[in-house]
């Protein structure tokens, strides 16, 4: 056992744990926070395998944007949770066992999916042990990004402009005059302006 | 050093977790959740495969950056998305939300 | 700073002396390593919490002389033990968990907000030697960590379930997302500036040039703007605003766990004082008739003055005035500067 490897199990319990919380737990806010916490296991364990920039950008996007965002959508706009029954998500597999939809087709898919990836994991040869990597990760990323990856990367700024325009577009209120006052790029913040 | 099969059983669980959220809740805003989830597990395995495969040119770190510019952006949309519906109809349950089915 | 060296020095070697005395027990390197870290954690702690306990009274001071009073004045000389007074008092007061609040997110809370304004430390460079861990991603690190603060507010805010407090979360949120942009711009340009992103390394680019206040004129007033709205600082202080929502986010809290968003705001408050000495003012270096770690101190304090001058004298601001000073005037000005730096990086 080496420390890398006990971080890593201690923090795929946490995401694994986070993760079965945010498909189960009855409070929609309580699952968007889980939903936080599995993001900071996952990034964590991207320290354990060495991608320290992408740890930290995992933190940023996913923590510091898509979280608060999400938290942030389900304050503002009141959405409650469906009344889904049961409290528990065993409670509704078992009440909704027969029906096609939501009982055992997708519990059979969901769990099938896993044990047959275990299972083909288990059978392949991997490399046992990792090649050292060489020099600091940041700069290895930094020079593919802006040499052999620089198409991708414009594409990606573009899609990321499209999609400030469509939230600002979609959240615009359709009974007020063109918000033009307060030019804000996340939908969070222009819901703010509408209420 | 963390085996290679151990980062990408973790991954597989964790994507069948979103799936069977994906499958199985009615709320949209739960459902965008389980999706996060997915392509969080997919980063894994990409990150995993650089880790071990290519550590001097870690491809699947690049990949998985771009997974997440198209993650936030996703976020972005579908959630102004999903503030219009609830806000016009006072509900976020995907099956009700069938206008374009019929 | 000979004192200063022979004592890193010193502790080095008994860093070293005791790891091989470990490893000759046979138990594994990583567990000495281990223990040895959370010493360090300690030792930062502890240097932290005593400047935080001097930075209230000092605001305190600083508030009473802006509006010619003096300030706490009993216990002690110039009242300089109140704050350890008033940290014994929350400790001992009863504490009260709304019936109708979310209990398990309202506990969190605190802690959400208290675990990064400590874990931020790890990369602040105190001195050439006194740095806990020089990251080579440093500053992507510190504007990656200081974003939980925006979630533990709006947990805070939501558990409460009190409208001024969702309201202050509301708020709190809205603004810290507008104002770490320009926050990550002006990182971004001295990045660039530096070619490194560790701070150890932007120090020792400092030292080779000038200090980058002089390159970085604009970088330096979107930061120092941008940081102070992001700590919650008046004239930035929307998200408790006691005139308008009783206290904003912290309205139902009350005892100790008060007192760690007191204890976390103020941690944050010396942290981008810091930021600003190493990123500006070129951190620990500094003639060499005072130490490095005292210069450092100096350079944060004046920053951390700054600021709380700039608070006490402005008036708080609206919060239209707040987003169109950050959408319409910070991010323009950020986006410019990362421009001219490019400019200014290729040709020199």
Redesign the interface.
């Known amino acids: 056992m080496s420390l890398d490897l006990i971080s890593f199990i201690v923090l795929g319990i946490i995401t694994l744990v986070s993760g079965y919380l945010v498909v189960a737990s009855a409070n929609l806010m309580h699952a968007a926070l889980f939903l936080g916490l599995s993001f900071v296991g996952v990034a964590g364990i991207y320290l354990v395998l060495g991608a320290e920039f992408l740890a930290a950008a995992q933190i940023l996007i996913y923590v510091g944007a898509i979280t608060t965002l999400i938290v942030f959508g389900i304050m503002v706009s009141n959405l409650q949770d469906l009344k889904a029954g049961g409290r528990g998500v065993w409670a509704r597999v078992v009440r909704n066992l027969a029906s096609f939809r939501r009982g055992l087709v997708p519990l059979v898919a969901a769990a099938g999916f896993a044990i047959l990836m275990l299972v083909i994991y288990r059978q392949s040869l991997w490399p046992a042990e990792a090649p050292p990597a060489s020099g600091s990760n940041l700069a290895t990323v930094g020079r593919l990004l802006f040499t052999e990856y620089v198409v991708p990367f414009e594409i990606a700024s573009v899609i990321l402009l499209a999609a400030v325009l469509g939230a600002v577009a979609l959240s615009r209120r359709d009974d007020q005059p063109p918000a033009g006052s307060t030019g804000q790029a996340a939908p969070a913040a222009e819901r703010k302006e509408g209420r | 050093?963390?085996?290679?099969?151990?980062?990408?059983?973790?991954a597989?669980?964790?994507?069948?977790?979103?799936?069977?959220?994906v499958?199985?809740?009615?709320?949209a805003?739960?459902i965008?959740?389980?999706i996060?989830?997915m392509l969080?597990s997919v980063?894994?395995n990409l990150?995993?495969f650089?880790?071990?495969?290519e550590?001097?040119?870690?491809?699947g770190?690049?990949f998985?950056?771009?997974v997440?510019?198209?993650?936030?952006?996703?976020?972005?949309?579908a959630?102004?998305?999903?503030?219009?519906i609830?806000?016009r109809r006072d509900d976020?349950?995907i099956d009700k939300i069938n206008l374009l089915k019929w | 700073m000979q004192l200063e060296q022979s004592l890193v020095q010193w502790v080095g070697n008994l860093y070293a002396a005791g790891l091989s005395w470990w490893t000759s027990l046979g138990i594994p390197e990583w567990v000495w390593v281990a223990l040895m870290a959370v010493l360090k954690g300690v030792a930062v702690l502890t240097f932290l919490l005593l400047n935080v306990l001097f930075l209230i009274w000092l605001e305190r001071k600083v508030a009473g002389r802006i509006q010619r009073r003096p300030g706490p004045m009993h216990h002690g000389p110039q009242g300089i033990f109140q704050t350890l007074f008033d940290a014994l008092k929350l400790v001992i007061k009863e504490d009260i968990i709304p019936s109708q609040a979310d209990k398990w997110v309202f506990i969190t809370a605190p802690l959400v907000m208290i675990a990064p304004a400590l874990m931020i430390w790890v990369v602040m460079p105190f001195g050439p030697d006194l740095i806990a861990r020089d990251l080579n991603v440093g500053l992507l690190y510190v504007s990656a960590v200081s974003s939980f603060s925006i979630l533990a507010l709006i947990m805070a805010g939501w558990s409460s379930n009190n409208k001024w407090s969702t309201l202050g979360a509301m708020r709190s949120a809205a603004q810290m997302i507008s104002y770490e942009i320009p926050l990550g711009l002006a990182l971004v340009a001295v990045g660039m500036l530096a070619g490194t992103l560790s701070l150890k390394g932007i120090v020792e680019a400092q030292q080779e040039r000038t200090w980058f206040l002089l390159l970085q004129p604009l970088g330096f007033l979107v930061f120092i703007v941008a940081a102070t709205a992001e700590i919650n600082r008046a004239p930035f202080n929307l998200p408790e605003a006691e005139s308008e929502l009783v206290a904003g986010f912290n309205t139902e809290y009350s005892g100790f766990r008060w007192g760690v968003f007191f204890v976390a705001e103020y941690a944050n408050l010396l942290f981008m004082a810091g930021m600003a000495a190493t990123l500006f003012l070129g951190g620990w270096s500094g003639p060499a008739f005072l130490p490095p770690f005292l210069w450092w101190l100096l350079k944060t304090y004046l920053f951390v003055f700054l600021i709380m001058w700039v608070g006490w004298t402005l008036p708080r601001i609206r919060v239209d005035q707040l987003m169109e000073l950050g959408w319409k005037f910070l991010i323009p000005v950020g986006l410019a500067n990362i421009a001219l730096t490019g400019v200014f990086v290729i040709l020199t």
Do not use: C, K
């Open positions: 050093m963390v085996p290679l099969p151990y980062v990408l059983g973790l597989a669980l964790l994507f069948s977790l979103g799936l069977y959220g499958l199985t809740q009615r709320n805003v739960r965008l959740m389980a996060e989830l969080n980063n894994l990150v995993g650089a880790r071990y495969l550590p001097d040119r870690p491809g770190q690049l998985a950056i771009f997440m510019t198209v993650a936030a952006a996703e976020v972005a949309v959630l102004a998305i999903i503030l219009v609830a806000h976020v349950d």
